[in-house]
């Protein structure tokens, strides 16, 4: 059930689950918080900026897939409440806040949006064509 009925309910929602083990999700949390170091360490660098600016991307997208996820499949998914209540918020008031005190451009922060956000649709593509292969 670690992490918190994840695998679970994933495994109900996705035709083709199998690839989604603890071991799995374990690992890609565990590089998920060093990717979220790795930015606080960069700091308000012009790399950090736009790093953390893709991380936030990353991070709101997942949030809103989580809530796509649960409407789509009438049921909760773990993930939906850290999604709505910290990724989102974080992403808008850092994305809104960078570019008010000009530490990021419009560019930057647009192009930082797309790679950050491309995980969920390349995602979303990947499992698509998986399932239609089963």
Same mark, same amino acid.
């Given at each position: 059930?670690?992490? %918190?009925?994840?695998?679970?309910?994933?495994?109900?929602?996705?035709?083709?689950?199998?690839?989604? #083990?603890?071991?799995?999700?374990?690992?890609?949390?565990?590089?998920?918080?060093?990717?979220?170091?790795?930015?606080?360490?960069? /700091?308000? #660098?012009?790399?950090?900026? *736009?790093?953390?600016?893709?991380?936030?991307?990353?991070?709101?997208?997942? %949030?809103?897939?989580?809530?796509?996820?649960?409407? !789509? =499949?009438?049921?909760?998914?773990? %993930? $939906? &409440?850290?999604?709505?209540? *910290?990724?989102?918020?974080?992403?808008?008031?850092?994305?809104?806040?960078?570019?008010?005190? /000009?530490?990021? =451009?419009?560019?930057?922060?647009?192009?930082?949006?797309? &790679? /950050?956000?491309?995980?969920? $649709?390349? =995602?979303?593509?990947?499992?698509?064509?998986?399932?239609? !292969?089963?």
């Amino acid at each position: 059930m670690f992490p %918190g009925g994840f695998t679970l309910w994933y495994r109900r929602y996705r035709a083709d689950a199998s690839r989604i #083990t603890r071991r799995f999700l374990v690992i890609i949390n565990a590089a998920l918080l060093i990717v979220c170091v790795d930015a606080a360490y960069l /700091g308000r #660098t012009p790399v950090g900026t *736009v790093y953390w600016l893709i991380v936030a991307a990353l991070l709101c997208s997942n %949030g809103c897939w989580h809530v796509w996820a649960s409407y !789509k =499949s009438r049921a909760y998914s773990p %993930g $939906v &409440i850290t999604g709505v209540t *910290v990724y989102v918020p974080l992403a808008l008031y850092g994305y809104v806040e960078m570019l008010r005190s /000009g530490t990021a =451009s419009i560019a930057s922060a647009l192009i930082a949006f797309m &790679i /950050g956000s491309s995980y969920q $649709v390349w =995602s979303a593509v990947y499992h698509s064509r998986r399932t239609r !292969k089963l």
